[in-house]
């Protein structure tokens, strides 16, 4: 068993999927980055807090802060635009009048040898149905084949058919009465949405499973072969692998948005020791 490690996520499970030397420095090694992800920088980076920030004026909202309240604090021309864009969807202004509404909620349970572990953005719960929703703020809109196979589709609803009951009366849910949301900021029109059956709860929880034992009995962790993944890998120069950082329109050609731009509060805080 990686010594120090006790917790899984999608994150990690994300990177030992992606490359397993990724996850050895991450999570096993406990490096944290050590060379920006892409370049340019600073525009990044920018991108970057701005969706950390509009996650933020999101939880406020749900919560019950005025939007009016909030618009103020959205100020810069993206925070703007998302949050007006948000405002502007009908489904997602209704979400406040629900009851069971959870921002910010996690769940956890055991897997292996490990805790697996999940942050939600938000769980909304209507009459029996259990909707997750998780705010992107890409540049990009994935494709929903490759958002489908993410380790965060799968994790996300696997945990919550698996550890929710305490949030549905005590009563496990359905894999049936659970949905997930994929809700893109910069294009609102087009949120992804992943229903689940039992069939697929089964074999992601098997997977799932499998990856912790395989994780557990590791002994190496060989780097990826698809270099394409170490253009923007933050690893970089300690695989040998180039030590500038990727140009992001020629990475943004030949990968998937989320890869790039993707703000994830869980992995900032499992990498922030
Ligand atoms: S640079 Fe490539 S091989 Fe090294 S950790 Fe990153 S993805 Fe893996």
């Known amino acids: 068993?990686?010594?120090?490690?006790?917790?899984l996520s999608q994150s990690s499970l994300q990177d030992y999927v992606d490359c397993a030397r990724r996850?050895?420095?991450?999570?096993?090694?406990?490096?944290?980055?050590?060379?920006?992800?892409?370049?340019p920088t600073l525009e990044n980076e920018k991108h970057q807090q701005e969706g950390e920030y509009f996650h933020r004026l999101v939880q406020q909202y749900l919560i019950g802060i005025p939007a009016e309240q909030i618009s103020k604090l959205a100020n810069s021309a993206n925070l703007q635009r998302w949050w007006e864009n948000f405002l502007a969807d009908k489904d997602l202004r209704v979400l406040k009048e629900l009851r069971g509404l959870l921002p910010e909620s996690t769940l956890s349970a055991p897997l292996g040898k490990y805790r697996l572990l999940a942050k939600y953005d938000l769980i909304a719960i209507e009459n029996g149905k259990a909707t997750i929703y998780d705010w992107k703020t890409y540049r990009k809109r994935p494709r929903n084949e490759f958002l489908s196979a993410r380790m965060q589709t799968r994790v996300y609803r696997a945990l919550l058919a698996h550890a929710g009951a305490h949030l549905n009366n005590s009563t496990p849910f359905e894999p049936e009465q659970i949905e997930m949301v994929y809700w893109f900021s910069d294009f609102p029109n087009e949120p992804a949405r992943f229903t689940y059956t039992s069939a697929q709860y089964k074999r992601d929880w098997d997977t799932l499973v499998k990856l912790a034992d395989e994780i557990n009995s590791a002994s190496s962790y060989p780097l990826t072969d698809d270099r394409t993944k170490c253009s923007y890998c933050p690893y970089r120069s300690y695989c040998d692998r180039g030590v500038r950082a990727g140009d992001v329109d020629q990475a943004e050609a030949e990968m998937?948005?989320?890869?790039?731009?993707?703000?994830?509060?869980?992995?900032i805080g499992e990498i922030a020791f």
């Open 1 to 7: 068993m990686p010594s120090q490690l006790t917790t």
């Open 256 to 267: 998937e948005a989320e890869e790039l731009f993707d703000v994830n509060f869980e992995q």
């Open 23 to 39: 996850f050895q420095l991450r999570y096993v090694e406990r490096l944290s980055y050590p060379a920006i992800e892409s370049e």
